[in-house]
């Protein structure tokens, strides 16, 4: 969806149409290795989201930032976490202390095992020292039904795909895993203010095979920053949730490699504690 | 009331009409195409909607939905290669009466049967969608594992006679199910170090491998063809007043159902379709005719699984939750222009939901026309000469397979099922439980293994559910059913010796 819009918005600039192919699997790996072994003249380029930083740490693909030619950054998500507005959990405190005194007797839905939301969930009992039954789901929105149902007590997801059960009254938001409150559900404090600076965002960039000529990337980058600035991309983004937020080739290659660190020293020690 | 009438003008402008003939024109060629899919029709025609009004885009997406499944049977029907999952109920009785020379009132029966079971859903959706929403949330994971089991019996123990048979063919495809991530671990299983196989195999390469490749194969094996034979007859299209009347309490049951079981959130038209034609089958008073060219069985089947349309946006419209993949996109859509689905949405937006609904009927409206006056020239294809139709086919087939998710692997996998689909009809193994498998095969293992980890790993505590335990005894009865039937049978028999001797 993202790099449909995006690219709508930037074929206009670069005078050739951009046909959009998706390819689905193992979170995006078959897509990173399928981009990876293209033509690097620029003319097939891949939608690269958080995920191209997880996928070597989970086995999936050897594949990561750094075997691509980055081009840009558009846009963030901070997860957030919920629970079902008659819980008697009225804040993150109050789920905490409830998570910590039981022996996994608050179940946690996740979107996977390996998604960017299972991880964050990972984090939070890591910082806080709480504990969950986790309940894997394939997908965010099958997650967040089976809380909606009471199936389960609550789950992580991406603000965007909670604000519209948390408008709806069907689901409450507790908090949001980012240094800086989100702009749709600016009344949920973060983890950060609560006192626990935890939290990986989900990004969405755009990428294409190793060794592209600078000037294709340039030429490609100054076109998706002026789809960045029209103001078609600002209200997408606010209507699913996300940040608009733009960097360059040379601060989203240092992103992604810090976030590809991250996860590699991260991903192998929250396996080992979550030992099920 | 006048939330309705302004729901009705806002749809009654001939740009949002006109969107709306052709998404249902675009959903029929989409449906009728095996692997392009209702899910892929949508998706690929939502980022055009941006460019038009809120009413014109929803219009277009609302008919393709509407327009795909109705026009899936049209394939099951004719070549007996279903063109979505949902049709594979639809092609037991629908080419089984093509061979009859049937095939007009085959495909008549599809169209009208089609709407039928889409504008009761509707109704449903319109009057009752609270009570829907709120069963469809009850379903935890213990009642999807009820429901998938029994819809995986159900298909191993009606299909044709032989329940030893066709318990091998739905294991066949649970097993082939577990190829992939293991759902609650992402460990890979079965996958030979290839990340192809990560995902799972596509149930629809196989789906068309199986029917439409198989078929192909024993054909021309066979050296000989329905076509041969019925080619010239395809008879006539509207079913005749007395067996439309006998045909009603099928269609509306299966209406019912299909409505229920597409509320269920992941849970579809295909094994909608499934249960109705067994329920169909079961309360008839002939029930023995049903895959064998019943119409009450055709007519079940293909008004469950449009029923299923109504069911899923029942469940998007006052929950939030897609019903199925495509309500999923349809929730993107409508976000993107401002409408956010859910019990709010009823409450301060009650003339949108009338939009949708009056959309809805119009498309099933529209899209009857199209099946009863494309009912003779589609069966023209039957005259095609086999060989033709043959290379068409695998034409088709090889393209479709590919589209689904631009993967080579996926075309090997229809090639391989198309093989596997010659041996089993060969050997008379029925092939709809093998895909029924592969299609909720992922669904009923992660949801056992999820209500398992909320039990706390107790398989008793399960059995306190009363939705699940109503679909374990109708699981157990489907199994045994045929068992009870030769035995009450063979004691008639004995009985009825008893005077001769």
Redesign the interface.
């Known amino acids: 969806m993202v790099s449909r819009v995006m690219a709508s918005l930037a074929e206009g600039h670069l005078n050739v149409p951009i046909v959009c192919e998706y390819k689905p699997g193992a979170s995006g790996a078959l897509a990173f290795s399928f981009v990876a072994r293209r033509a690097s003249d620029g003319y097939t380029i891949g939608h690269a989201p958080v995920e191209i930083a997880i996928v070597r740490s989970l086995g999936y693909a050897d594949i990561g930032p750094s075997d691509v030619s980055l081009i840009c950054l558009v846009s963030k998500t901070a997860p957030a976490l919920v629970v079902h507005p008659d819980s008697p959990w009225q804040s993150f405190d109050d789920f905490i202390a409830a998570a910590k005194t039981g022996t996994g007797n608050i179940v946690m839905a996740n979107s996977g095992i390996g998604s960017i939301w299972h991880f964050n969930i990972l984090l939070l009992e890591q910082g806080t020292g709480a504990r969950f039954t986790h309940l894997p789901y394939g997908g965010s929105a099958p997650a967040l039904v089976s809380v909606i149902g009471r199936h389960s007590d609550a789950a992580v997801a991406a603000v965007g795909e909670v604000i519209s059960h948390v408008r709806a009254g069907s689901l409450r938001a507790l908090a949001v895993f980012d240094a800086a409150r989100a702009g749709v559900m600016a009344e949920v404090p973060t983890t950060h203010e609560l006192g626990y600076p935890i939290g990986a965002p989900a990004w969405s960039g755009f990428y294409g095979p190793a060794g592209m000529p600078a000037e294709r990337v340039a030429m490609l980058a100054d076109a998706f920053k002026t789809a960045f600035e029209t103001a078609e991309w600002t209200e997408f983004c606010r209507e699913l949730g996300m940040e608009a937020h733009y960097l360059g080739k040379e601060d989203f290659a240092a992103f992604a490699l810090e976030q590809q660190r991250f996860f590699e020293s991260r991903i192998p020690q929250l396996v080992r504690l979550e030992n099920p | 009331m006048a939330e309705i009438l302004a729901g009705l003008s806002a749809v009654l402008a001939w740009q949002v009409l006109g969107f709306l003939a052709i998404g249902v024109c675009l959903g029929a060629v989409f449906g009728a195409l095996p692997g392009l899919t209702a899910t892929m029709g949508v ?1 690929l025609l ?2 055009l909607t ?1 460019w038009v009004s809120p009413e014109q885009g929803l219009a277009m997406l609302l008919g393709i939905y509407c327009g795909t499944i109705p026009s899936g049977g049209i394939p099951a029907i004719l070549i007996n290669v279903p063109g979505t999952p949902a049709s594979i109920a639809a092609s037991w009785d629908g080419y089984a009466l093509t061979r009859k020379g049937q095939a007009g009132l085959a495909l008549g029966i599809n169209a009208l049967a089609s709407t039928t079971g889409q504008l009761t859903s509707i109704a449903f959706l319109a009057f009752l969608a609270f009570p829907i929403a709120s069963f469809a ?5 213990a009642e999807y594992f009820g429901l998938t089991l029994l819809g995986v019996s159900l298909m191993a123990g009606v299909s044709g006679g032989h329940v030893l048979k066709g318990v091998l063919s739905g294991t066949l495809g649970l097993a082939l199910a577990l190829v992939g ?1 293991d ?4 460990y890979p299983r079965y996958t030979f170090g290839m ?2 196989f ?2 799972g195999i596509s149930f629809v390469p196989v789906m068309i491998g199986l029917f439409g490749l198989g078929e192909v194969l024993v054909q021309i094996s066979d050296r000989q063809s329905v076509r041969a034979s019925a080619a010239a007859a395809i008879g006539r299209v509207l079913p005749r007043i007395a067996d439309a009347k006998r045909m009603a309490r099928a269609t509306f049951s299966g209406a019912a159902v299909g409505t229920m079981v597409g509320a269920i ?2 849970a579809g038209g295909d094994i909608g379709a499934v249960i109705a034609w067994e329920q169909a089958r079961r309360t008839s008073s002939d029930g023995d005719s049903f895959g064998k060219g019943s119409l009450s069985g055709l007519a079940a089947s293909c008004s469950a699984c449009n029923a299923a349309i109504g069911g899923g946006m029942t469940t998007m419209l006052t ?4 019903g199925d993949a495509v309500s ?1 996109i349809l ?2 859509a409508l ?2 222009h ?1 409408i ?5 949405l009823f409450a301060n937006n009650q003339a949108f939901v009338f939009s949708i609904v009056f959309l809805m009927i119009f498309a099933s409206l529209l899209i009857m026309v199209i099946g009863i006056l494309g009912a003779k020239p589609l069966a023209k294809v039957l005259s095609i000469p086999a060989p033709w139709l043959w290379a068409g086919i695998i034409v088709f087939g090889t393209v479709g397979a590919y589209a689904l ?3 080579v692997t996926d075309v090997w996998a229809m090639y391989v099922a198309g093989v596997a689909g010659f041996l089993f009809r060969k050997t008379q193994i029925p092939l709809g439980p093998l895909v029924l498998g592969l299609i909720l095969g ?1 669904l009923m293992e ?1 949801n056992l293994r ?1 209500a398992l ?2 039990s706390r790993g107790d398989w008793s505590a399960m059995l306190t559910r009363p939705i699940l335990l109503v679909f374990l005894a109708a699981t157990l009865l489907s199994l045994l059913w045929p068992l009870i039937r030769a035995r009450r049978g063979a004691a008639k028999r004995s009985q009825g010796r008893i005077p001769d001797a």
């Open positions: 998706a939502t980022p941006f949330l009850r379903f935890g994971p991530l759902p609650m671990t992402a990340s192809e990560l995902d959130p992941a929950l939030g939750i897609p999923a929730i993107g976000l993107i401002g956010q689905p859910g019990p709010l998710n631009n993967a992922p992660s999820r980890i909320l």
